[in-house]
């Protein structure tokens, strides 16, 4: 259940990047680094810290 919750966090931050990439271009880069760090969470999943990238 734990792990699905995680997965489900990377997925909603996977389709709101999407939408803030076709809007804001300039934000590209800070945007991959973020999705780097949330795939590597994926190995060593932090509750809260995913939080805080989702507010």
């Known amino acids: ?3 699905l919750h ?4 990377k997925y909603n931050c996977k389709l ?11 934000l590209k880069n800070e ?3 973020m999705e780097i ?5 994926l190995k ?3 509750l809260s810290e995913n ?3 989702m507010n």
Do not use: F, G
């Open 1 to 3: 259940m734990y792990k």
């Open 6 to 9: 995680i997965l489900q966090n």
């Open 16 to 26: 709101q990047i999407t939408a803030q990439r076709t809007r804001w271009p300039k």
């Open 31 to 33: 945007i991959d680094r």
């Open 37 to 41: 760090s949330l795939n590597m969470r």
């Open 44 to 46: 060593i999943p932090k």
């Open 51 to 53: 939080q805080s990238i």
